[in-house]
């Protein structure tokens, strides 16, 4: 199953779920169940909301503000869930996968001429290797720098996110402070 990356907008509506839903609320409509649904399919909140018949204009806010709503929230992880036993797949088992795949593209080739013969070069895959190395590091949260300054009067935390993190909704190298 991919991991869901939303709208950049509303990346943690979804993600956040309380355990305390109040389920004492209406049921969702089948229009909101369409758009579950439909969100299943590629984790895009725009177009999902398009896609279950809603207006395409001001899709974006509308859908983020819909992934709120925690009556929704817990029908799409109660689909998520039943994705994941349905696909057999966990994150651990994914985790193995990128480890496995991080070790065949750092096996050495070696690079043969036009005649056959080895040129004493050796070459392997970076790319695939770097690639599974980030992913890798996502999920141990390694790209997201961390420094706090705690004194008898001040407590400060300050987040510096690297310009590369695609799930950052922060824009190049910014920082943020909590005093």
Known sequence: M???TLDRACSLA????????????KALTEKQKKFCHEYMIDFNASQAYIRAGYSKNGAKVSACKLLTNTNL???????????????????????????????R??????????KGEPTGEWKFDSAGANRSLE???RHLGMFTDKFKIVDENLHITVTLQNAGDAKSPMKG?????TL
Do not use: W, Y
């Open 105 to 114: 593209c750092m096996q050495k080739i070696q690079v043969f001429n036009k």
């Open 135 to 137: 992913l890798l590091g």
């Open 14 to 25: 979804v993600l956040c779920l309380e355990p305390h839903i109040d389920r004492s609320k």
């Open 73 to 103: 929230q817990f029908f799409l992880a109660g689909l998520i869930k039943k994705q994941e036993v349905k696909n057999e797949i966990t994150v651990s088992e994914i985790i193995q996968k990128l480890k496995i795949i991080v070790n």
């Open 2 to 4: 991919a991991i869901p």
């Open 173 to 177: 190298n910014q920082q943020v402070s």
